[in-house]
């Protein structure tokens, strides 16, 4: 019974979006900012490869476009978690306005894809996705510069 | 030649029938974070679920006494309603997880977004619940899992280095910017995901809306031992596949899609088509079994008539206890909860609540009294206390871990 | 049946699933009634006790046990706040299961299953069908 | 008079000390005849300890095989309850049952 109790008070918790706690360290707010890089760089990576495998012909639309707007989604709420988060100092705020850039192009990126899907044409797909490998190496770089 | 054909087509059943939301979401994501690093924990899932499945398969086979009866006769009506409770709560959240799994899998091909097609995925759910025989029921769901086995044929067309994959698998390491409770975490939702205690209340269950008895011993033996491996190895080559494809390229699986995506890339289209066929029978057949599921538990606990064996007017209570967890499952998918999040937390929990049922069903699978002469032999018992030795501390740390990683966050 | 064999109340008969006329599940053994014999030093079992009513009194001695009656109270669709009691002569056969020689209709929880047939499943097509 | 009544009731020795409380009860058919039954069943005894898990299963009472370390755990706390026949019963109002032996004097569980 306890364990019931005690997970369901985790899990309302956990399922209820809510803002990350702030960061009071210039450490602790990078960290979030890593994390951040990282799961971003998940989500370009998801369009260019299902972008790519869709202009080989090896994917169909209705597929490619709910993999693609499902990680715009996944972008920009990592976007808006992460900017809900207060710099503790200025170097902060120098690293979040490096990470809000990056992270701005890539939703900008993927928004221009998912719509190139949605006009079904998935053979331009390619050139369409291609600024997101720029994206991809950036956040990479952000992720292991910081880290 | 009627009882082989009876058995191939049980073990196909079981493969296809193995793998729900839970594996595929647990297999791929692992697979994307940790590569092959936790795949020994699908092997010790698997063999956790043989032991435990078929053991309640012999004991409803033979007594007639399916899991929650003997949950109850076992630890008495107060335990036993505690237990009730918790194992309704997390049957429910998985229901909740493949209903989601379900209207995914259309969306994936119907462009809608998923939310839509919830409230009809529920109707078909309940429809087939209805009116569909229970055999029926489970063969066209089973075997159209089976189309998983896309997944296999990806990883084999992708000719990994095997050597390399079978060093990975046994020689598991912790990557760098993982840390040891997010991989026990991982590893505790893996062993969830294989071993999930609805699975066997509708194994269980099921023995005794097809009548099982003493003769079909063989065939519980073909669907537990031949069926659940086969059904594990599709898990681990989801998760292989994943670690292969996805891994590298730094993408962690957080939607049910990118599961698929894997496939498309090495295989192409038609394979994709089948990975997504597959999805679609696995999560809608899951969800049968877990909306069934409740109306089981709750029937075993008061002793009334359950079953899709009656007509449903004989066994109201039964359907109105299964429309009515659809209802609410489809309730909690329409708030917008992500599916996954949902899906990783009904694999923990089933975990942690995995000796409130197997208890009762390894000490009843002992007694003469249900058995007559068809219990345990020593062998099985020994590896079955091991395991119930494993699932108590599993039981003990989920909960901690769970605060500890944010949920593996 | 055969005379002077022992049973374990708690163990063998406590909790069992009740099955009536044509395999019909009809509730569980929720608790026994005892009857003192005439010299009131033997006590007897006279009848079976099932269905909520007889639940709730036997968790009554717990918090939840006074909640569960209190809902059934109310919740109960007809209103009997007690459970059905069955003689125990109507027993033919004590097993891993209790047969009794009676219609489903007659016992326990039949009260509550009848009320949710009639003025819930008895309205959705097809209810009457059999499955296979 | 429900069995639940008897099953929870508090146990009391000869000497006042408390035996426990009733685990379970032992009945023999060799009561009245209730046709087509038969014989009804009497309260042949109890089962007298404090109440745990162990006491639902059965090891000693029903010779439940295993597995082994369970069997070792259950059949010991088994053990340490002790058998009451109803003729050392002096009297039960429903909440208490006192017994005319003190716990010495009787004997543990048998099948």
Redo the contacts between chains.
Sequence with gaps: MLVIVVSLAVLAWRMVPHPVGAARTYGKYQGKAVTTAKSALSNVETVRLAARTAAAGNAFGPYTTVVISDAEEGLSGVQGTFDSIQPPDDRADALAQDLDALLSDALEHVREARVAVRRGVLDELATVAEPLTDDAGKLDAFKEQHS | MKKMLQITLGILTAIGGFVDIGDLVANAAVGARFRLGLAWVVLVGVVGIIVYAEMAGRVAAISGRPVFSLVRERLGPGFGLANLVASLFINFLTLSAEIAGVAIALAMVASVHYILLVPFTAVLIWIVVWRLPFERMEQVFGLGGLALLAFMFALVQFGPDWGNVIHQATHPSIAKEENIFTYAYFGIALFGAAMTPYEVFFFSSGAVEERWTRKDLALNRANVYVGFPLGGALSLSIMAIASLVLAPMHIGVDTLPQVALPVAVVSGKIALACAILGIFAATFGAALETGLSAGYCLGQYFGWQWGKYVRPREAARFHVVVIVMVLLGVLVIMTGVDPVKVTEYSIVLSAAALPLTYFPILVVSNDPDYMGDKTNGPVLNFIATLYLGLIVIIALATIPLMIITKAGA | MTEGRRVWAGLQLLDRQLIAHEERLAGCIDDLELIASDDGDQLHVTAILSGPGALAYRLGRRRFGRWLRRVHACASPTGDRDSTRIPFNVVTDIGSDVKLGLDAEETGSASAERWTRDHVISHIPGSGHAPE | ????????SQVLGADGASLGSV??????????L???????????GL?VGHRS?G????YV??????????RIIFAALERRARYVP?DDVVAWDGRTVRVGKRRDELGVVVP
């Excluded at chain 4, 008079?1 to 929870?8: A, E, G, I, V």
């Excluded at chain 4, 685990?23 to 009245?32: E, F, S, T």
């Excluded at chain 4, 209730?34 to 042949?44: I, K, N, S, Y």
């Design positions: 008079m429900h069995l639940s009544d008897l099953l929870h685990d379970d009860v032992r009945l023999v058919q060799d009561g009245p209730l046709l087509p039954f038969g014989a009804a069943f009497r309260v042949e089962m898990v006491t639902r299963l059965g009472r029903r010779g439940v095989r295993g597995p082994w370390l369970l109803w």
